[in-house]
Every structure is written in C-alpha cells, then in structure tokens.
C-alpha cells in the first residue's frame, strides 16, 4: 500500500497513543473532534492520515486506557465518544515522561558538534 | 493482570462481530459526513464536500480489518479461517476425505476395542487412594495351581513382616441373606474381611462405622455387617434407621454396623468376580461356613490377601522378606507348607494370573496397532498423492508472502479435522463389539447377569482421541513438511507433478511403493495371526463346547457353594443324599445326581506309572451317568452299594484306561488313592474330559460321592420336558427337606452353554474381523496407489497409445508394477512370518513356559476349566501356504482394475486434457 508523499512530517511510532491521550485530557470526545483537535493545536503541523485513528483508538480501548459510549454530537448525530481512563491518565504521564526524555535526548545529539 | 483484563475484554469481542462491524461503520459514516459538513460551510457543494471528505479518509477496507484486528485474538481467527478452509477442501473431495477417515477410523477402533478390554480387565487402576501401593500377596507351590493363602500363613506374613503397612485377607462367600430375621433369604454374595480391610483399600463407609480392630479376633463372637450401597438401597430402601437393625445371613443374625459409600469398588475386578452385598468379619464367617478350618487351617488355601507398601518400601524388598518368611514356615510346617512359597504381585500381575494374562493383552493390542499401522500408512499415501496439486497452491501462497510457520499451521489443522473424524468413526466402529458383548453378558443368563468389566469409558475415549491425533500428526505432518519445503519454481512450471525417476528398479523404492509393499507384508502377519488364534481358540474351545461329551439338552444344574449349605458334614451328606432321591420321585425328573470336583492324586497299579500323577477327578452318584447321558463302554456306573461306607470302586474313561492299560481291559484294575486306599475299577466311561474345555483329553477319574471339603456341590438334574418347569418344585423338594436351606439360581446348561459360544464367536469373529480388515486395508492402498499411478501417468499413456501400443500393452505396464509390489510384499510377510510365528507358537501352545511343536496337555484343575491352545496341529504349514496364495492373488486382482483402466484411456481425451 502506497502512503502519499509526506507535507508533514510523519509521525513517530507510537506517538499517536501520547497525541490521542493528550487531547482527551481535557473531557470526551469523538472521533472526528479528535482528529481535527490535534491538527488544530499543532496549528496544521501534524496531519494524521484518519484512517489510522481508528485502529490506534481501537487498540487503546483494548489496553483499557479508553472508554466509550454513544452519545450525541453537537450537530445531533449519534456519535461514539472516548474518555480517559484512570489507567489511561496514568499511561499518558508515562508516555509523557518518556517522550520527554527522548526529545531532549536527541537535542543534545544534535547540539553537539 | 493487565493481561487478563485485556483478554476479558477481548473476549467480549467474540459474540459481537456483526454489531462492531455495524458501529464501526456507523461511527466512519459520522466521521465523513460531519467533515463533509465543514467542507460545506466553507462553501464547497455538497457533492464535491461528500467526495472530498471520503478521499481524506482514506481506504476503508484496510482501517476496518485494522481495526477489528486490534480486538480479535490472532491464533483463533487463524485457526478458525484454517478450518473452513480445510473443511471445504475436503468437501470438494469426497473420495480421499472418504477413504482416509474410514481408513484412519478403522484403525482407531481396532485399538478402540482392543485397549477398552486390556484396561477394563487389566490395567485401570482400582479406585482407592494410591492405587499403585496396593499389591496382592499369592501362594505359590510347585505342584499346584492354587494362589489363594490360608489364614495362618497370612497372620504368620502380617506379625513377622516389616513392609507393609497394612495386609488385609478375605473371602468371598455366597449365602443365603434376609433383610430382615423371618423374611426370605435371597442368595447374596459377601465378603469375608478382616479388621483392617477398609482400612488398607483406603475407603471409608458412608454411614455407621466399618469393623473395630477387636471384633476381629474371637471366632465367631461379633457378629456385625457392614453393608455396600446397592445393598442398602435394594433390599432396606435406603433406609438410615436400617444401622442398628439386623439381617439374617446363613440363618445367623447379624447387627448392621455401617454401609459403604456407592463408590466403593472392590480392588479385586475379577471376570468371575459378583459385587458382594455384605462385609462381614472374618472370624465370623467360621460362623457362616459352620466349621473353624478357615481360620485354623493352614492347609486349606481360600483367602485372597491384598497390602498395602509401607511408603519407601521397593516391591523387591517386599517380596524378599516374605519369601524368607515363607522359607521358615516351610520348615515349621512341613505337612501343609511343603513346597509352597509366597510372593507378591502387583495387581496388574495378580488380575492377569500371571504371564499368561498380560502376554494375552500384549498380542491383542500389537494386533491392533499392526492394524492401525497398516491404516495409517493408507492416509499417508492419500495425502502423498494430493501432494503434488497442493503443491502448486503452496507456492503460490509461498511467494506473496505467507510465512512458513503459518502454512505450517494450515496443514495441522487439516490434520486436526482429518483425526477428528478418524476419532469419531474409530469410537463407533469399536463400540459396536463391546456393545455386543455387554448385551450378551447382561441378558443371555437373565439368572446371572454379570456386566462385563470392560466399557468404553473415559478413558478409552481419551486413549483414542489420542491415538487418532498421534496418527495423523505423524503420518500426515511428513507430507506437509515436505511440501512446504518446494523448489517454488519447478513447482510452478510443471504445473504440480514432479519427474518420475527412470527405470523399474527407482521406481520401485519410491516412497509410497515401500509404503505399499509394507502394508501387504504386515496385513499378512496380521492375518496369520489372527488366523492362528481363531482356528486355534475355535477348534479347541467352541469345538469341544459344543461336543461336551454328555447331553446338554434339558438338563439343570444348581450350584451349591459351601457356604450356603446349611447343614455340615455328616448331616450335610445325608441332606444331598435325602434330595437325590425326593428328586426321583418328583413329577417331571427323568435322573438326578450330585457331583463334586476336585484335583485328584493316584497311582494307578500299572507298569506306566511311576509315580502319583494328578488327574481330574469327580466324586458323584449313581445317577450321575444316567444324568448325563455318559456311555459306559465296560463294566458299569455306580451303584447304591457302592456308595455306603469308605470308597472301593472307581469309574474311570477311556483316556485314562488307554493311557495306563493299553490294549488291555481295564476292569478289575487297582488305583491307590491318596488316602492310601485301593480301589477296583469297575467301569470305563466314553468321555474326553468332564467340564474341561479347549483342552486335549484328559485321564479322569470317578469316585464315589463322599464328604466334599469345602468344595463346590452341584446338582445336576435331568427333566423330561423343559428344564425350567423344573425350577419350583425342587425348591419345593429343598424347602420341604430343610426349611433353612436357600436354594441358588438354577441354569439350564443349554442356555449356559449357548451363551458360552456366542461370547466365544463374538470374541472370534472381531479376532477374525480385524485380520480382514487389515488386508482390505492394504487392498485399498494398492488399489490408491496404482490407480494413482495410472491418472498420473494419463497423458504418457495417452502418448504411448497414439503412436501405436496396444492397449495390451499398457495393461501389461500397469500391472507390472502392481505385480511387482505384491511380490516384494508377499514376499516381506513370508520372511516376517517365519521368525515370528514360530515365536507366537511358543508363547501360546504351551502357556507361556516355553517349547515348541505339540503343546502339553494343561494340569486339570479341580473344576470347570477353560483353556485356549493354538498349536501347531491346528494351523500348520499348509495353512499358511493357502493364506499366502490367497493374500497374493487378492493382491493382484486390487491391481489388476487400474490396469483396466489404463487401457481404456482415450488418447485424444487424454493429450488435450491438461
């Protein structure tokens, strides 16, 4: 399967998980909402391709770091809506941390000579 | 933790499929549309807005399986799709599906049938805690059949032996038992315990208590009974209240103390062996049996000992220690103890009585592995030839991408279904028999249904799940490795056949030819052997079965065992004596006689004999002749005279007088007995042996009836019309004579015996079924494997055709091969034969010790006795030879129809097809 040349830059394995866990920090949300939030907050910087949402969601819900009901959404449709999970919170400090690390790890590689 | 959360959630997965895949699309449709609706807002055209936001989402197809992968568990949704796929693809071939599971089936259910009849008698463990501590302690002797102990020597082995923790003794006894004193007594088995017998088997009663230590020890003093289960229910009703009340046995009441839980199976499964209604202690059943000789006796041997190992203790030291034991008791008691050992046995041995038994389940069950192996190599072949035209699908599924392992899988799985349906059919298949034979036990004596220890249990069906799988993973695993292993691109452009080697010589050691070759060798050992013992087993048994030597028809027999015999001794004698004759003034009775037997010692006054020799010997009356409707060639039967006072006269048969008078008469002669009496023979009786078969005549000697030591009194009756009208008025004639007397069941001896030879021709014919079978089955491999050949080989043939050969010809190319294969495969059974038969001859004709040619006549054992014999007399060389022939011509008629068919190949039909 062909992926379309990338305008941004791609995302770095597993770092979905972090993005959808940081963006329902705040209250639930859709799927939809999801998407558009994160491209809106990195200001069109990420562009998360939607078919791959799904599945990470999916898997999320799997692992227990989401819940999900049906509800409806602000344009009256019947909508599937996610929440954190007490789990979920606590999988997100961690990845957090670890994201953390990473960067700041892989910025002094790059200060140097 | 979180492992199994997450499996918990998984699994609420799996009922759900369709209603995700609903939500899923529901919650896609949302996503494109409100995006759409954005797009619209921002002023593009609904049309172009739907359209765009559908591209922006991407392809559906690979998100949705994405998605729902993400909640399936991977291995099932494999094996799931691996099973349908297998299932289909055996739907689409009927015929090999066909013919490997019946091929696979029918050997499971040999193995079936076979395992089901070596575990129920033999192997499976008695249900008490730690069943493999548990042995049997035997008496042995060098000039007697006799295992049982007597209940000296047991205390001497119980107080002097450091290796068991507990050693327990007992009897069965069949009496006469009244629920209640005053009601009438039925005919009950019992047992006969000690103290500790509960105890050593591990088992408690479920209500009440079992015997106390003390009321062992004083003969004939405490009278308690604990009763079994079905007891319980059957004759108090299951009644609570019934502990404390009493039942009446032998006309002696006894306190009901407990009653043993419904589980409670006694260790000992013997055949022979009825379920005992009753416990009662040993030193009471002197009470029972109304003499002390049990307990006292160390000479009479009736008691059957079971023990338990300390833990810790090897069974060699065991049997060390009483074999010393036994030394020293030898020596303190040379009358009764000369020559006489002990030994103990594991149960396995004590239930197999010895070699005999378990080489008996040895070559049953190699009969039914050869035959499992002959069908095994059957399904191997089949799927060999689908080899090639999977080939080419493997490839293909090899080079997009599909990993070894997973196709790997695939194939097990198609194993699995394959065994699943082996196992199903095998299960049926061997029920059949044991259905047969369940049914025969249980009705065809309605007076002594006695089940038949073996069944298809849980056990056996695990046995043959396990067999079928092993089966398959073995014999059908191989072709799958090989096949996952192809060359892909010779594969693919020979479109699946691979090149067929050069020369009648390669072609010949190609795999599946040795398969072949192997089947018809081992399906003619198969069928040598199982012809052996059938015609081995028929000629001795059913033969002589049905040429008892007396009349059968109309003819009644009661069996009165010592315990139930009311009266003792003297009034014992007078009470048969007043029986016979009441019995020959009753309406109805054309003879009567009383008979008992035993193992007898003698010296015939004959310059043949050297020694005392045992013989068979029957003490009767003067009926008894009559009774039977035995010719007496010389001399004559007994007589009222001969009967009062000491013995003098003796009867003997022809065997007998042939052995030590030959060409003489033998009336007139003297036989010392082993009282150190001479007796006169005054009569020759023309019978082989009495109550002896599948044996070779036997020397048996007649004696006047006299005071029988604990043994086994029958009546023998014969009626004017049918036996069973009989029936009522001898338990009238018993009753009248003493009231207190219980009468035993009455069997006419047709029906015994009849039922005797239908048990015998079941056991045969699946014998025999087995060895046809297993000929059939390789038939069918041969047959597969030509016919293979021949459609594999079409378009060669059809090339052959078109330029010119006969249709002959072809037939004769064909059939070369299948020649070929039956000769090596004769061949290879001949060679295999030769060692093993004579190996199989040796164990059987002679019982296990040993030498071969005519097997030697068996030592009478004192009763009814049973023998199986497969000498050489009965199936000999030119059997053999016969059977080869017929194996060989069998052979090359399953090659001879693929010939046909290769000469009927159309060449046009057969170049274009491709």
Redesign the interface.
């Known amino acids: 399967m062909g992926k379309k040349p990338p305008a941004n830059p791609e995302l770095l394995p597993g770092t979905l998980y972090l993005l959808i866990l940081r963006t329902l920090r705040s209250g639930p949300l859709h799927g939809y909402a999801i998407a558009k939030r994160i491209k809106d907050a990195s200001e069109q910087g990420l562009d998360i391709e939607d078919g791959s949402l799904y599945p990470s969601l999916n898997r999320m819900l799997v692992k227990g770091w989401l819940a999900a009901e049906w509800g409806i959404s602000e344009n009256n449709r019947k909508a599937r809506f996610y929440r954190l999970t007490p789990e979920g919170r606590k999988q997100l400090a961690r990845e957090a941390d670890v994201f953390d690390r990473l960067v700041l790890a892989i910025q002094r590689v790059m200060r140097t000579a | 933790m ?1 492992l199994l ?2 499996i918990v ?2 699994a609420g997965y799996l009922g759900r499929r369709s209603q995700f895949d609903r ?2 699309d ?3 449709q ?2 494109i ?3 759409a ?1 954005e797009l619209q807002r921002e002023g593009v055209p609904p049309a172009e807005a739907l359209q765009r936001a559908r591209r ?5 197809a ?2 949705s399986e ?2 729902r ?3 399936q568990f991977q291995w099932i949704e494999d094996f799931w799709r691996d099973l349908s796929y297998a299932e289909r693809a055996f739907r689409k071939s009927p015929g090999f599906t066909a013919a490997a599971v019946l091929s696979l089936g029918i050997g499971v259910g040999a193995n079936c049938v076979m395992f089901s009849i070596v575990d129920g008698t033999l192997l499976r463990p008695p249900r008490v805690p730690r069943p493999n501590e548990v042995v049997a302690l035997v008496s042995t002797a060098l000039d007697s059949n006799t295992t049982a102990v007597s209940y000296p020597d047991y205390a001497a082995v119980r107080d002097r032996s450091q290796s068991f923790e507990g050693l327990t003794a007992f009897i069965e006894v069949s009496t006469g038992f009244a629920a209640r004193p005053g009601a009438v007594p039925l005919v009950k088995n019992g047992k006969a315990v000690t103290a500790d017998f509960f105890d050593v088997l591990g088992s408690r009663p479920e209500l009440g208590r079992s015997f106390l230590p003390e009321e062992d020890k004083v003969p004939g003093q405490d009278l308690v009974a604990v009763l079994s289960h079905q007891c319980w229910q059957e004759q108090f009703g299951a009644d609570p209240a019934a502990l404390g009340k009493q039942a009446r046995i032998n006309g002696i009441d006894f306190t009901i103390a407990g009653v043993m839980p419904a589980r409670f199976a006694d260790v000992d499964d013997d055949l022979m062996d009825d379920n005992a209604c009753f416990f009662v202690p040993l030193q009471a059943a002197t009470r029972l049996a109304g003499s002390m000789d049990l307990i006292e006796n160390r000479g009479q041997r009736s008691l059957t000992v079971f023990g338990r190992l300390r833990p810790g203790v090897p069974m060699g030291r065991a049997r060390a220690e009483v074999a010393t034991i036994a030394g020293t008791l030898e020596k303190e008691y040379p009358e009764t103890n000369r020559n006489r050992s002990m030994i103990v046995r594991t149960l396995i041995q004590f239930r197999s009585g010895g070699a005999a038994g378990i080489t008996a389940g040895a070559i049953a069950m190699t009969i039914a592995a050869l035959v499992l192996l002959i069908a095994c190599a059957n399904v191997a072949g089949l799927l060999t030839s689908r080899a090639p035209a999977r080939a080419q699908e493997i490839a293909m599924r090899l080079a997009i991408g599909a990993g070894r392992p997973r196709l790997i899988r695939q194939l097990l799985t198609e194993s699995l279904l394959l065994a699943a349906g082996g196992a199903v059919v095998g299960v049926a298949v061997g029920y059949i028999p044991i259905a047969l034979a369940q049914h025969l036990a249980t009705t065809v004596l309605p007076a002594d249904p006695t089940p038949l220890p073996f069944d298809v249990d849980l056990r056996v069906l695990v046995f043959s799940v396990g067999l079928a799988l092993a089966s398959v993973i073995l014999f059908g695993l191989l072709p799958a490795f090989r096949a996952t292993r192809a060359d892909l691109n010779s594969v693919m452009k020979s479109g699946g056949a691979s090149a067929p080697p050069r020369g009648l010589l390669a072609r010949l050691f190609r795999g599946r030819n040795v398969l072949v070759t192997g089947q018809v060798a081992i399906s003619l050992l198969l069928l040598t052997t199982t012809t052996m013992l059938y015609a081995g087993v028929y000629k001795g048994f059913v033969t002589s079965i049905r040429n008892p030597g007396f009349q059968v028809d109309r003819l009644l027999a009661i069996d009165f065992e010592p315990s139930n015999v009311h009266h003792k001794d003297a009034r014992a004698e007078q009470f048969f004596r007043d029986l016979v004759e009441r019995l020959y003034r009753t309406k109805g009775v054309r003879a009567a006689a009383v008979v008992y037997q035993d193992v007898a010692t003698i010296r015939p006054d004959s310059p043949l004999a050297h020694d005392d020799v045992k013989t068979a010997g029957v003490w009767t009356g003067e009926g008894f002749f009559d009774t039977l409707g035995i010719p007496i060639l010389e001399g004559r039967g007994f007589q009222t005279a001969d009967l009062h006072g000491p013995a003098s006269v003796a009867v003997v048969n022809d065997v007998l007088a042939k052995h030590y008078w030959p060409g003489q008469n033998a009336i007139g002669k003297q036989i010392r007995l082993s009282t150190g009496q001479w007796v006169n023979v005054i009569g020759v009786a023309q019978i082989k042996a009495y109550m002896a078969f599948g044996t070779p005549p036997m020397d048996t000697i007649f004696l006047p009836y006299g005071r029988p030591k604990q043994r086994d009194i029958r009546l023998l009756v014969r009626s004017a019309a049918d036996p069973r009208a009989l029936i009522d008025p001898i338990r009238a004639v018993v009753r009248d004579l003493d009231p207190d007397q219980v009468v035993p069941e009455a069997m006419p001896f047709q029906a015994m015996f009849d039922a005797w030879i239908k048990g015998a021709l079941l056991g045969l014919n699946t014998l025999g079924a087995m060895g046809v079978l297993g000929l059939v089955l390789a038939l069918v491999g041969l047959y597969g494997l030509l016919a293979y050949e021949v459609s594999s080989r079409t378009r060669e043939i059809g090339i052959r055709m078109a330029l010119g050969a006969r249709s002959g010809a072809v037939v004769r190319m064909v059939l070369q091969q299948g020649i070929a294969l039956a000769v090596c495969g004769v061949g290879a059974g001949v060679a295999l034969n030769w060692g093993l038969v004579k190996v199989l001859l040796a164990i059987l004709g002679s019982g296990g010790s040993g030498g071969g040619g005519a097997p030697k006549p068996p030592e009478p054992n004192g009763g009814n006795q049973i023998s199986f014999q497969a000498g050489s007399d009965t199936f000999g060389p030119h059997g053999f030879t016969i059977l080869v022939i017929a194996v060989f011509i069998v052979t090359i008629l399953a090659a001879w129809l693929p010939a046909r068919r290769a000469a009927r190949v159309d060449p046009n039909v057969a170049l274009r097809a491709e």
């Open positions: 979180s959360k997450e959630r998984r939500e899923l529901d919650e896609v949302f996503h549309e409100t995006r609706e922006e989402f991407g392809p559906r690979r998100m994405d998605t992968s993400a909640w």
